[in-house]
T-cell receptor, first 114, second 114 residues
Framework: AQKVTQAQTEISVVEKEDVTLDCVYE???????LFWYKQPPSGELVFLIR??????QNEISGRYSWNFQKSTSSFNFTITASQVVDSAVYFC???????????FGKGTRLSVIA | DSGVTQTPKHLITATGQRVTLRCSPR?????VYWYQQSLDQGLQFLIQ???????AKGNILERFSAQQFPDLHSELNLSSLELGDSALYFC?????????????FGPGTRLTVT
């Protein structure tokens, strides 16, 4: 069965520190898709990134970067030079075959302190 | 703005009552998903509709039902409400630009059962 584990329940960092959020997944499919979503205090779910299982190239978008490693079934998310506005709950999610309901991890609550 | 709308934004009701949550997907999207976010269960998939037909079912209680109408909007009906049904209910929609058929989330309906 598919499963997503975010072992870090809460992380607290001081502004400008780098922080990495871990995500480990389980799936039997060879084709699958991984996502990260941000949920700020206002409650909406904001899409951050999508990654295909056949594309292991890491991605950088501004202060955000993602490290996808199939060998360890991990899809980790790093925020560089964190800011107070990064404070939110971050969810990792898995979609098998590209047209199935998302399976979410439990989320990691990130608090960035000024 | 994801293009997915949900009404109402907030709903407060008493145990035993019945409520209807409404979702309008992005223009042209045929798939609608419903998710429940509660403190103890996290983000869980409830049910998916595709062009009016039920496509997939998750951990949806028998007291809950949903449907998708010809204009593609969807409604989630929750009946015989219990305190434990208090949660944030998200609707997501996806189109045909894929795979993966990326899901766009609405702002959610926060249900409080007293």
């Amino acid at each position: 069965a598919q499963k997503v584990t975010q072992a870090q329940t809460e992380i607290s960092v001081v502004e400008k520190e780098d922080v990495t959020l871990d995500c480990v997944y389980e799936t039997r499919d060879t084709t699958y898709y991984l996502f990260w979503y941000k949920q700020p205090p206002s409650g909406e779910l904001v899409f951050l990134i999508r990654r295909n299982s056949f594309d292991e190239q890491n991605e950088i978008s501004g202060r955000y970067s993602w490290n996808f490693q199939k060998s360890t079934s991990s899809f980790n998310f790093t925020i560089t030079a964190s800011q107070v506005v990064d404070s939110a709950v971050y969810f990792c999610a898995l979609d098998e075959r590209g047209n199935t309901p998302l399976v979410f991890g439990k989320g990691t609550r990130l608090s960035v302190i000024a | 703005d994801s293009g997915v709308t949900q009404t109402p934004k907030h709903l407060i009701t008493a145990t035993g009552q019945r409520v209807t949550l409404r979702c309008s997907p992005r223009s042209g999207d045929l798939s609608v998903y419903w998710y429940q976010q509660s403190l103890d269960q996290g983000l869980q998939f409830l049910i998916q509709y595709y062009n009016g037909e039920e496509r997939a079912k998750g951990n949806i209680l028998e007291r809950f039902s949903a449907q998708q109408f010809p204009d593609l909007h969807s409604e989630l009906n929750l009946s015989s409400l219990e305190l434990g049904d208090s949660a944030l209910y998200f609707c997501a929609s996806s189109g045909l630009e894929g795979p993966p058929y990326e899901q766009y989330f609405g702002p959610g309906t926060r249900l409080t059962v007293t």
